[in-house]
């Protein structure tokens, strides 16, 4: 099979060969190789005799390995079809270095970010962010936090969010911006690296060997690997003195999570905005984005023209959000929400909500911790005191009337 580099790609005359992005179309929307056309790997089979035949094809996917496949399906066919080497993620390693070359351009770039988020997305983001932070008190005075950063888009904005809050905050506290390096593959690593340069995010790192640890396991093996990397992650955090941990997820997450219990559980739960660690003595995790939404974060890194890893593991490289088919649970619950936003725009909202604003009374059962209660444990009590005009403790010492 025929194979080329990106730079190799480049020297080639313009219109010489046709390159061909199967990547889904709005990821391609939001970058792609110059002049590449679209032709989404959930269509390709379909439309594939839309490529013309009167010169090479080279195609394109996110790491360089589904490609692959639709190479060999064109070359069935008659084509003149190569490979592009490291994919789409090669090419934005190649730009962003050659990015970060120029020293008086990035320090710019930098100051236009900042500036982004106080101007702006001052109201999309910040207000969404700062909220949460008093909302939920997630932040008090004389923390020191552990900024969790994986390298996608939602870790990457938290830190520049943490950072520009201690800045500009009304009390102190401090922030260690840490790195874990569980296996990235090269690119990945001098993506998150440049990224951080950017974004003047200085770096803690240090390394462990989680993704060779999962590679031998069959089953749930991307559960294993976060569990193992929260682990990680509040030992190291722990051992540099801090209170906290702070993880990117967001508004979108947090509502996935809640449909997923109910649907897939039977349950009704959520991801908490902060939890005490169960493991890790004095230790805490905190969601600062908890009220940010996704498609403001998407917003944010397409106004910026910024390109950060996605599923950074080398084992899942190919999964939906670099690309592939897409199947599990919170995919399911990512296009369901998408549907909801399309027939109202208080549906997401009222998911939020519903968490925040539980009533006791009208459920069958709940629990906390170990204890448990069910309605008909006490239903005809209950009617005999609504009937006497009673006011009534519900299972946690509240007044129920």
């Known amino acids: 099979m025929k194979t080329i580099t990106i730079e190799e790609l480049e020297q080639l005359t313009p219109g010489s060969v046709t390159i061909v992005d199967v990547r889904p179309a709005d990821t391609y929307q939001r970058g792609t190789f110059e002049g590449a056309i679209n032709v989404p790997m959930k269509e390709f089979v379909d439309r594939y005799e839309e490529i013309p035949k009167d010169k090479p094809v080279w195609v394109l996917c996110h790491t360089g390995e589904r490609s692959l496949d ?15 080497t490291g994919g789409y993620r090669a090419y934005l390693r190649l730009q962003l270095e050659r990015f970060m070359k120029e020293e008086d351009a990035r320090k710019e770039k930098t100051k236009e970010i900042e500036r982004s988020l106080i101007k702006k997305f001052r109201k999309s983001i910040w207000r969404s962010f ?9 932040i008090q005075e004389g923390d020191k936090i552990a900024v969790c950063i994986s390298g996608g888009k939602d870790s990457m904005l938290m830190a520049k969010l943490m950072q520009e809050l201690q800045r500009h ?22 993506i998150i690296q440049d990224n951080a340069k950017l974004l003047d995010i200085p770096l803690t790192v240090f390394e462990s060997d989680i993704f060779n640890i999962v590679a031998e396991v069959d089953r749930n093996p991307c559960y294993l690997c976060a569990r193992m990397r929260r682990g990680y992650l509040y030992s190291h955090a722990k051992e540099l003195g801090c209170n906290k941990i702070a993880l990117g997820h967001h508004f979108d997450d947090v509502i996935e999570t809640i449909l997923m219990g109910m649907l ?25 984005l908890y009220m940010v939404k996704e498609a403001d974060i998407e917003a944010w890194r397409d106004y910026h023209q910024l390109h950060f890893i996605q599923c950074a593991c080398r084992f899942t490289e190919n999964c939906a959000t670099c690309g592939g088919e897409k199947g599990s649970k919170r995919d399911e619950m990512t296009e369901l929400i998408k549907h909801f936003r399309q027939v109202s725009d208080v549906i997401e909202y009222n998911i939020f909500n519903s968490v925040h604003n539980i009533n006791l009374r009208t459920v069958i059962g709940y629990h906390k911790d170990d204890q448990e209660y069910n309605f008909l444990d006490d239903y005809d009590e209950w009617g005999r005191k609504d009937a006497d005009g009673e006011d009534r403790k519900g299972f946690f010492g509240k007044s129920e009337s």
């Open 264 to 288: 897939y559980s039977g349950k009704v739960e959520t991801m908490m905005p902060k939890l005490h660690s169960k493991n890790f003595e004095g230790m805490e995790l905190i969601r600062p």
């Open 130 to 138: 700062t909220r949460a932070i008093q909302k939920y008190d997630l």
């Open 169 to 190: 905050g009304k009390f102190p506290f401090e922030l260690v911006f840490l790195v874990m390096n569980p296996g990235y593959n090269e690119d990945n690593w001098k």
């Open 70 to 84: 639709y190479v060999e399906l064109l070359c069935s066919h008659g084509y003149d079809a190569g490979n592009i």
